[in-house]
């Protein structure tokens, strides 16, 4: 088999994995989505020259340790739409991994160990009943693209300053009452969506983050005053409020 070896199983509404899936060891990319699975089998753990995995749509609700042991995922690993509660530890192994969705899993919280995926340029966590982030994740160097929408977050860690290339963040349908702190300063953040909060105000630093494209503060009890409004339009940024 080849690097680029693919095994496609998707909607073949398999309600568990074939056993024979376990022997292809050369697999490089692997897709078991959307199809009732409710258990992954630690043999998993054996596939170590997958890039990509994709168990999304299924009614999982635990992983294997043994998923950490996937350390050749550097595409993706879709989890999302599942019945997860939490997510292994183990995962903090996955050093090369640039895209990440738990979305839409019941889970609470997120684990430490995710900050030590370093290669993350992507983290979905969309509708996961979350109170409050870790403050791991702010070590996410690379991390550019966070999509956090439908939790109950009321503010992020202050280490969130560190994430010096994040691009994108999403925040919509959450509990927040004031613009993060974290986020001043951020180098390089384009656009910031905090529709549906409870937003009542806007910081002043707001307007003096460097790279702001975007800030989206619909169905929020805000109404900016006309200086730092302008103060935003000046420099290019498109605000809906």
Known sequence: MSETTTLNLWQQRL????????????????????NDLTELSPRIGGLRRLRMLDLGHNRLT???????????????????????????????RLTA??????????????P???????ALVELRAQRCGLSALPAALGGLGRLRELWLRGNALTGLPASFGG??????????????T????ALAGLPRLR????????????????ADLPALERLDLRWNPVEPDARLMAALEAKGCFVLC
């Open 112 to 118: 430490d160990a995710l900050g030590g995926l370093t």
């Open 191 to 206: 656009q910031l969506d905090l529709r549906s909060n409870r937003i009542a105000a806007l910081p002043d630093w707001i």
């Open 15 to 34: 309600g568990t994995v074939p056993e024979t899936v376990w022997a292809e060891t050369d697999l490089a990319v692997l897709v078991l989505a959307d």
């Open 62 to 92: 635990a992983l294997p340790d043994e998923l950490g042991e996937l350390t050749g995922l550097r595409d993706c690993l879709y989890l999302h739409d599942n019945r997860l509660t939490a997510l292994p530890e183990t995962l903090g």
């Open 163 to 176: 994430l010096g290339e994040l691009r994108q963040l999403e925040l919509r349908d959450n509990a927040l």
């Open 97 to 110: 991994l640039r895209y990440l969705n738990v979305g839409e899993n019941p889970l609470a919280a997120l």
């Open 178 to 181: 004031d613009v993060p702190e």
